[in-house]
């Protein structure tokens, strides 16, 4: 196993993030995100620089739930009486 390197496509007002994904150096390259199903590409890091691959790998945001309407009205109505003690 192989640890790759790829990042989002590029989309204008959105950063570029980029992750680690171990695969089979046999595996063709991944097109979503295994997790959060989002359009990737393997990127090509050049360079060993071990500070500068640090500061931009990122953990995937797992996909959160859609709330219903009512749903979001009780988590909002929860939060507001947090804000007042």
């Known amino acids: 196993m192989i640890t790759y390197v790829y990042e989002t496509l590029p989309r ?11 695969q089979s150096i046999k595996d063709a390259p991944l097109k979503k995100h295994p997790e959060t199903g ?3 590409r393997r ?3 050049l360079g060993p620089d071990p500070f ?4 931009t790998i990122e953990l ?3 996909k959160r739930p859609k709330l219903s309407r ?11 009486h947090d ?3």
């Open 12 to 22: 204008p007002g959105k950063a570029v993030r980029r992750y680690e994904i171990l």
């Open 38 to 40: 989002e359009a990737i």
């Open 43 to 45: 990127a090509i890091i």
């Open 52 to 55: 500068v691959r640090a500061a």
């Open 60 to 62: 995937p945001e797992k």
């Open 70 to 80: 009512r749903q979001q009205r009780e988590h909002d109505h929860h939060h507001e």
């Open 83 to 85: 804000h007042h003690h």
